[in-house]
């Protein structure tokens, strides 16, 4: 019989594992920040829809993440497949949404500041302006790194799922070859 290679990442971690981490991970993450974002979405003033995009987003990504790891538990090419495809639309949605809540965060300045100043009694006391300004700046570094790390690791994910995906391929090609040992 002939065998195919366990194709690998990061060396020697089997794809099929991989697979199974980057589908726990999205089913966990997605579910968390689409949990969080809901709970938090009442105290956010300017970027509502930004908001309820993203809660969406990540809601299909733990969707998505649990068909994933059902197709690699179960070895199903079919439910790979799907996963990677659904995956990579979610990486190119996910970009979009995430262009557009840093483009708010970074546009809605004038009325954080005036949010920060009338709230925080501390911004009253010290130079409300500056203090303010500072933390929108640790905002939006924060979301801008967080956005980043985010899609780098699903860009990592599409790649260890179509690697998996090929090899499970070549597995059900492989099993269907039958061998003649009978010579003419």
């Given amino acids: 019989m002939t065998m195919v290679k366990t194709r690998t990442f990061c060396c020697c971690i089997p794809t099929r594992l991989g697979v199974v981490i980057i589908a726990l991970i999205g089913l966990l993450g997605g579910g968390i920040l689409s949990i969080a974002g809901g709970l938090n979405a009442h105290r956010v003033e300017g970027s509502k829809v930004s908001i309820a995009i993203s809660i969406v987003v990540y809601s299909v990504l733990a969707i998505v993440s649990f068909l994933g790891l059902i197709g690699a538990i179960g070895r199903k090419l079919s439910l790979v497949k799907l996963y990677f495809a659904m995956l990579f639309a979610h990486l190119i949605f996910s970009l979009g949404v995430g262009i557009f809540a840093l483009f708010r965060i970074y ?47 699903e860009i990592w994910g599409c790649v260890i799922v179509s690697s998996y995906a090929g090899q499970l391929a070549d597995e059900n090609a492989v099993e269907g070859v039958v061998k003649d040992t009978e010579a003419w």
């Avoid at 954080?112 to 006391?125: L, V, W, Y």
């Avoid at 924060?142 to 690791?153: G, H, P």
């Fill in 107 to 153: 546009n809605d300045k004038g009325a954080f500041i005036k949010e920060c100043i009338a709230t925080n009694t501390a911004a009253q006391s010290d130079d409300p302006t500056k203090l303010c300004n500072e933390g929108l700046r640790i905002i939006k570094g924060m979301t801008t790194t967080l956005f980043i790390l985010l899609w780098l690791f």
